[in-house]
């Protein structure tokens, strides 16, 4: 009965592990499956838009043709317009006429010439009216002689007296002839005496004194007498230069006015209007009703003063916004002390709202709202507007709960208050910058923006006004202290906003973009400290927390890449979002790690991690292991895989500070598994082989 009970649990035995070497064997071909479909729909849309773009590609190609093909029928080529010629060019000048010569003689009125004898075909006119020249002239092809080309517009002249200006028309009386611009036309009614500008003979509409007029200009007469000129007295000239010419010339360019910041800051003042409300804010905080008493009266005051400043802006848009910004940021940053202190919330949140408008939208306005609290003596220093927004923090927003919303009453009233320390410390000059130090060393207002009680949207945005601090230099001494009231022992291995940051960074109770925010923000704020002075650099690797808790954080990273996760592997957006924030903690640590001079005693600060980082050894030596010799699963994009072989030596380089030369090489032993290991555990090969070296 034994044996037959022993070979019955034999063959459960063998057929639960055949079952389950099936049941991988289906993944792992479903897996292979659905990469080769991926990659197959990733080859399907780089080939359509390839072809999109080979469409688009031959459609501006077509309309380059279509456009030279147009240009090309409007206006033809010289070499075109000769062969249509009836006679060829001559080859030496031609002589001018008579008539030509005697137009710079006199200033009479111009008429045919009387020289051509009557024919059928020529007959003689009478006299030309003046008003006849003044027609619209129309371009002919003809053929001309090298050298002259007709005229395409009758603006021609214009053209060549803008570009040689009037010093240009003085010295053309003292060249001898007369510089001249043929055309294909008869000359013009009347010729200003002294011939002081370049002169354009335009042609008449006229076809049949068109004929004349063509045969009188090429006819060569023997009996005249022709004085010509040097070469340069003729001026050659070319069709699309006087065009291009003319273009520059008639281009302008207008001159900006300077930004009359006071009107915006009017509108700011005037029309800034929430999103959830009906009306807007200065017209619900001229509404508000402060209780009877002096902070009734400067209340009123105060909205006076911003009326008086906008009544005059209509009227003197151009007068300096400086003053006005200061009256106007002075009178909100005392609505918003009376307001904090008379317990109006929602009214108080429309004003940090419009200060946040205000703070990003004019250029330097920290100086009118970073001034000091002159109404308070005991607060010297202290810039009035942060100590509203503290004693915010401490009153109000230390009663939100995880389940408030940033639309409810108390959430609007934090997000606002948030926001408008984010925009104060956004662009603050560097003289002002040790004022904003009053937040992180006003008592409590670090616990309780990092307090993990509060709701994710309330961390993700604390975290960030937190990581914007830490851009700022001046400040590393005060984000790395105990708040000016601490009376207790002054451990800075143990600051207590650090500590909740540690603790934000090591949750993985909660998954979410916004989670994953929060925990970027966290590692910035410690890398930009590190970056800030050598003794915060020093602060943070003393801490107890903050390396055990970034390689919990890396190693949380790294083990559903390894061991397998269907939401990663199914989403390669969020695997490269993983991989990415495990290259970036993994250049951090070893940043931090290899900053200071010597490297930092690796072994004793993991060891002796508070009690809550189990295992921490461990957990360092997989993860480190993991980055330096483990392959790179196979679903993992190429990009991908290319970021994770750059950190290996990064990894390596971390695990060396560990591990002595025989260790590492077992560890790179672990991770080179032959065809016997592959149906075993990960976890349990990595247990026994590191057990004897490591642990």
């Known amino acids: 009965m034994l044996s037959a009970k022993l070979a019955k649990e034999g063959e459960v035995v063998i057929l639960r592990k055949n079952i389950e070497k099936i049941v991988q064997d289906h993944a792992a071909q479903a897996a292979r499956l659905r990469a080769a479909k991926e990659e197959s729909e990733a080859k399907q849309i780089q080939m359509q838009k390839e072809m999109k773009e080979e469409a688009e590609r031959l459609k501006t190609l077509f309309t380059f043709k279509q456009h030279e093909i147009e240009t090309s029928t409007r206006k033809s080529p010289w070499s075109a317009r000769s062969k249509k010629a009836p006679m060829a060019p001559l080859a030496t000048p031609v002589p001018l006429p008579s008539q030509m010569q005697k137009w710079n003689q006199s200033g009479a009125m111009a008429g045919p010439s009387r020289v051509v004898q009557e024919s059928p075909t020529r007959p003689r006119f009478g006299e030309i009216a003046n008003n006849e020249y003044t027609r619209k002239p129309v371009v002919e092809t003809r053929n001309l002689p090298s050298g002259f080309q007709p005229s395409a517009s009758p603006t021609k002249s214009r053209v060549t007296d803008l570009r040689k200006g009037k010093g240009k028309a003085s010295d053309l009386n003292q060249r001898g002839p007369l510089q001249l611009q043929f055309d294909s036309g008869p000359p013009p009614a009347s010729l200003p005496s002294g011939g002081a500008q370049p002169i354009s003979f335009q042609s008449a509409r006229d076809d049949g004194y068109d004929a004349t007029a063509q045969g009188d200009v090429f006819m060569a007469d023997s009996n005249m007498d022709v004085n010509f000129g040097s070469q340069d007295d003729v001026e050659m000239t070319n069709g699309a230069q006087d065009l291009q010419t003319y273009a520059n010339v008639d281009e302008e360019f207008e001159e900006m006015e300077p930004h009359r910041w006071i009107v915006d800051l009017h509108r700011l003042v005037l029309m800034h209007m929430e999103p959830t409300r009906r009306m807007t804010t200065f017209h619900t905080l001229l509404g508000v009703s402060p209780p009877i008493g002096p902070k009734s009266d400067a209340y009123t005051s105060a909205c006076s003063r911003i009326l008086d400043v906008l009544a005059n802006v209509p009227s003197q848009e151009h007068q300096a916004w400086e003053l006005a910004a200061q009256t106007i940021c002075g009178a909100l940053t005392e609505m918003a002390d009376i307001l904090a202190a008379s317990n109006h919330i929602t009214s108080l949140a429309a004003l940090f709202s419009q200060l946040t408008q205000i703070t990003y939208t004019l250029p330097a306005p920290h100086p009118y709202l970073l001034v000091d609290n002159a109404t308070d003596p005991e607060a010297d220093g202290v810039p009035r507007i942060l100590a509203v927004i503290c004693s915010i923090i401490q009153d109000h927003v230390s009663k939100l709960e995880s389940h ?248 390596k380089d971390l695990l060396e500070l560990l591990m002595d030369a025989p260790q590492m090489d077992a560890i790179w032993a672990t991770y080179q598994e032959g065809p016997d290991e592959e149906m075993e555990d990960d976890e349990e090969v990595e247990a026994r082989r590191l057990a004897a070296n490591v642990i």
């Not at 943070?540 to 390894?562: F, H, N, R, T």
């Open 404 to 651: 408030d919303t940033d639309k409810s009453e108390l959430g609007l009233l934090a997000k606002e208050s948030l926001a408008l320390l984010e925009a104060l410390c956004w662009n603050t000059p560097s003289d002002l910058e040790n004022r904003l130090a009053f937040v992180p060393r006003c008592p409590s207002v670090l616990s309780i923006l990092l307090d993990s009680s509060r709701p994710i949207w309330f961390l993700f945005r604390s975290t960030r006004m937190l990581s914007r601090f830490s851009t700022r230099p001046v400040l590393h001494q005060s984000l790395l202290s105990f708040p000016d009231t601490e009376v207790q022992s002054q451990d800075y291995t143990r600051l207590p906003h650090v500590e909740r940051m540690c603790s934000l960074l090591i949750d993985s109770s909660r998954t979410s973009d916004e989670v994953d925010g929060i925990k970027r923000h966290i590692l910035t704020f410690f890398a930009m400290l590190s970056e800030a002075h050598p003794n915060a650099h020093t602060i943070i690797i003393e801490s107890q927390s903050v390396i055990p808790s970034i390689v919990v954080y890396l190693y949380g990273l790294s083990a559903p890449v390894w061991q397998g996760d269907e939401a990663i592997e199914s989403d390669p957006q969020v695997a490269s979002r993983v991989i990415q924030r495990m290259n970036q903690t993994t250049f951090l640590l070893h940043h931090l790690m290899f900053k200071a001079g010597a490297p930092l005693r690796l072994r004793e600060r993991l060891e002796c991690a508070p009690r809550h980082f189990n295992g921490l050894v461990h957990i360092f030596v997989v993860t480190m292991g993991r980055l330096s010799f483990a392959d790179v699963p196979e679903w993992v994009r190429e990009e991908d895989k290319q970021d994770l072989e750059r950190v290996a030596g990064l990894a």
